[in-house]
């Protein structure tokens, strides 16, 4: 803890128990620190990158729940949710794979999902996203974005607890508890434990989703010096009646040409037999040591497993045929009937992740230095096994007339899709090196060794040695409140992508630079950004279609084909102020747009909306009215769309969901003895929005109009 009567800056003072990135109980919409970009400790204003940082008050205002929910409200941040356990999540042009939790990584592989998209935000006190080149503290990876998400702490000395009620659209129901308080009579022991219950709140038909999200977690002093702490989560997710990509979207008309099937945002084609459980355990132990009140050493361990059952079916991967009900392909005029496919899939992907880092800071020449240096070791275990099922046409349902209840196919014997050990070491260092009372250097460098072995496919084995990865950026303090930056990073990423061979793509190879002004401003309550980037990538994947996975089964599971695009290009411009521009009044928005090009055409990654922008406000009214806040926002985005090959051979058009603006709306009242009530409404316009699947067959409405209402209470 730190030492009373001392007189520091918290940003500069390593003593253990000093967090000044943390959030909670703060009720601000901005943070003091992140260190998510480099390892050090510095405020958004000193970040040479774009960062944005959702605290604790905003999760709760705005009822960012969920994942995807994170990725909605971010500033250049997009989601296509094409089903209901899965969705691609984007930024600046390009799948967002790095993700970490307490600064330590864990691996999402979407297209074996464990439903991470649903991971709930309850446990975390604030998260930080980093967009463009995460290298210098993630090793490999892409260039758009790092999410790092920071749990609460046992860090309170006295009995605090919140308890939670809401209900809502869709018969949703959640409750949560969070209660945490020293175990020992002089505070040195402390412990946290926080446990939440959801249901419902699905307008698909049928679609049923329960959750439960538990978190433990312990911190003990020892002297005044050392930290040690230790905990546990849990989220377990049961789904039924999953919907497996979304619902048709074409059909034919009376000249045989295809054209648009119209659908409702409540229909679910999902048999009843059809299920989809997830779950991710995580353990971890940390220790903290601090030698004076600028160097401090941590040691983190992590163990985590994600867990995933299904059973599924899509019963349409084609156009219907408005005389069956069933999918079909045109061959001289005449319609061929397809059948869909099943499977039964079992999942498993756990990860082991030592982290050790000392950081410090001194001075030269009167000048504040600040260093980190470490090393991060890790093995990933991911297995994928599956059994397809026999789909035929005589069991698939007519979709005019669909019934759930339909015969659950036989399914074949279970085969192994995915069995592989990624292990990734790597040392670390990294530096901010004042020049000058306005000038900051932060420079550094991560030596990569990562091997992959492939136990189903040797020939997929894949090592490299000591890949370096370059960071530098520079900050000038134009005043005292407001700084230019420039930061130029490589990066490489190797693939989980395979090509219609079945072999992994090669690395992806790319280069990021970014310019910028940052501001703090009303005593650094509020922040302004405004950043222009470039970003040129080599041997990016890019969607080619389907095929079948046994070549010598045409009709049985299918996979997705990828192919290397080369010489991709993103270049784009952010603008974003988040914070307080006075004590009532809170405001959080953003814009923006960026241009993906391949050899002078636009026309790469099309899912991805090219233009964004959002506004959210809270406002607390004066008077007698000041226990009431009120809010409400908007979010805009320019259209998406999809055609693939397969799609255009079978006289398909393009799927294109047009430019829409969603707009939600907050009340919150406080009443005495800790007691606060909160509605909120999202899509209070009930705006129809839809995601394409990636083969622009199907697509998966988002929910209407929906309302939430919740009672909490403080203790």
């Known amino acids: 803890m730190r030492v009373a009567g001392t007189n520091t800056d918290p940003m500069t003072d390593w003593s253990v128990g000093n967090e000044p990135g943390r959030t909670e109980g703060t009720h601000s919409y901005t943070t003091g620190a992140m260190s998510t970009a480099t390892g050090l400790r510095l405020s958004i204003r000193q970040t040479p990158q774009s960062v944005t940082v959702l605290?604790?008050?905003?999760?709760?205002?705005?009822?960012?729940?969920?994942?995807?929910?994170?990725?909605?409200?971010?500033?250049?941040?997009?989601?296509?949710?094409?089903?209901?356990?899965?969705?691609?999540i984007y930024s600046r042009g390009f799948k967002i794979q790095n993700y970490l939790i307490d600064g330590v990584q864990t691996l999402i592989n979407e297209q074996w999902s464990a439903g991470e998209i649903m991971s709930d935000t309850v446990l975390y006190d604030r998260i930080e996203i980093l967009r463009g080149a995460g290298g210098l503290m993630n090793g490999s990876g892409d260039p758009s974005a790092m999410i790092n998400m920071v749990r609460k702490r046992a860090d309170s000395k006295k009995l605090r607890a919140t308890v939670t009620a809401e209900g809502g659209s869709w018969s949703h129901f959640r409750t949560t508890g969070d209660i945490s308080s020293a175990v020992s009579k002089n505070g040195k022991t402390r412990a946290r434990f926080v446990a939440d219950y959801q249901q419902g709140g699905n307008a698909l038909k049928r679609l049923d989703t329960k959750q439960y999200t538990l978190f433990a977690t312990m911190e003990q002093d020892i002297g005044e010096n050392t930290l040690l702490s230790a905990g546990v989560s849990y989220q377990n997710t049961l789904t039924a009646h999953p919907q497996w990509g979304g619902v048709p979207a074409w059909t034919a008309d009376e000249s045989g040409n295809i054209v648009r099937r119209p659908s409702t945002r409540r229909d679910n084609v999902a048999p009843d037999w059809s299920y989809w459980n997830t779950s991710y355990a995580n353990a971890f132990v940390r220790a903290e040591h601090n030698f004076s009140r600028n160097w401090r050493a941590t040691l983190n361990y992590s163990l985590g497993e994600r867990r995933s059952k299904s059973k599924i079916a899509l019963f349409y991967p084609y156009p219907i045929d408005p005389d069956t009900g069933q999918s079909f392909m045109s061959f001289y005029?005449?319609?061929?009937?397809?059948?869909?496919?099943?499977?039964?899939?079992?999942?498993?992907?756990?990860?082991?992740?030592?982290?050790?880092?000392?950081?410090?800071?001194?001075?030269?020449?009167?000048?504040?230095?600040?260093?980190?240096?470490?090393?991060?070791?890790?093995?990933?275990?991911?297995?994928?096994?599956?059994?397809?099922?026999?789909?035929?046409?005589?069991?698939?349902?007519?979709?005019?007339?669909?019934?759930?209840?339909?015969?659950?196919?036989?399914?074949?014997?279970?085969?192994?899709?995915?069995?592989n050990v990624t292990t990734q070491s790597?040392?670390?260092?990294?530096?901010?090196?004042?020049?000058?009372?306005?000038?900051?250097?932060?420079?550094?460098?991560?030596?990569?060794?990562?091997?992959?072995?492939?136990?189903?496919?040797?020939?997929?084995?894949?090592?490299?040695?000591?890949?370096?990865?370059?960071?530098?950026?520079?900050?000038?303090?134009?005043?005292k409140n407001i700084s230019a930056y420039g930061s130029y990073t490589t990066i490489f990423n190797p693939q989980n992508y395979r090509d219609a061979n079945n072999k992994l793509l090669a690395p992806i190879q790319g280069n990021t630079a970014e310019v910028g002004i940052k501001g703090e401003f009303l005593r650094k309550r509020l922040n302004f950004s405004l950043a222009f980037y470039r970003m040129k990538q080599a041997n990016v994947a890019q969607y080619q279609g389907r095929v079948p996975e046994d070549a010598a089964n045409p009709n049985g599971l299918q996979r997705s084909v990828y192919g290397g695009v080369p010489g991709v290009t993103s270049r784009g411009i952010e603008a974003e102020i988040t914070g307080e521009i006075t004590k009532t009044l809170h405001i959080v928005a953003g814009y923006s747009q960026f241009i993906l090009t391949h050899t002078g055409t636009d026309a790469v990654n099309s899912l991805i909306p090219r233009k964004q922008a959002n506004l959210f406000l809270t406002y607390q009214m004066p008077g007698a009215l000041h226990n009431l806040t009120v809010g409400g926002g908007l979010r805009w985005q320019s259209r998406i769309y999809e055609e693939q090959p397969t799609a255009i051979a079978l006289g398909v058009p393009r799927l294109t969901q047009k430019a829409y603006m969603v707009g939600d709306v907050f009340l919150r009242y406080d009443f005495p003895q800790n007691w606060s009530a909160q509605l909120n409404i999202n899509n209070i316009a009930d705006t129809k929005i839809f995601s394409p699947t990636e083969d622009g067959m199907q697509v998966y409405w988002q929910n209407p109009r929906s309302a939430q209402f919740q009672i909490r209470k403080t203790f």
């Open 333 to 419: 005029g005449f319609k061929i009937p397809v059948s869909g496919y099943s499977g039964r899939y079992f999942v498993r992907n756990s990860k082991n992740d030592v982290d050790f880092k000392l950081n410090g800071h001194f001075k030269v020449f009167g000048l504040n230095q600040e260093v980190v240096v470490g090393y991060e070791w890790w093995r990933e275990h991911m297995v994928a096994n599956g059994a397809p099922g026999n789909t035929t046409l005589a069991a698939t349902p007519d979709i005019n007339a669909f019934t759930p209840h339909t015969p659950e196919p036989k399914f074949v014997t279970r085969g192994n899709y995915i069995n």
């Open 426 to 479: 790597a040392p670390f260092i990294a530096g901010k090196f004042s020049l000058h009372q306005r000038v900051n250097l932060i420079t550094g460098t991560r030596a990569v060794n990562y091997d992959v072995s492939d136990y189903k496919n040797r020939t997929n084995n894949y090592t490299m040695k000591y890949r370096f990865v370059p960071y530098v950026g520079l900050v000038v303090d134009l005043q």
């Open 55 to 88: 605290t604790r008050q905003q999760l709760d205002d705005r009822r960012i729940n969920s994942f995807a929910d994170v990725v909605r409200t971010t500033n250049g941040l997009s989601i296509n949710q094409y089903e209901s356990n899965r969705g691609s």
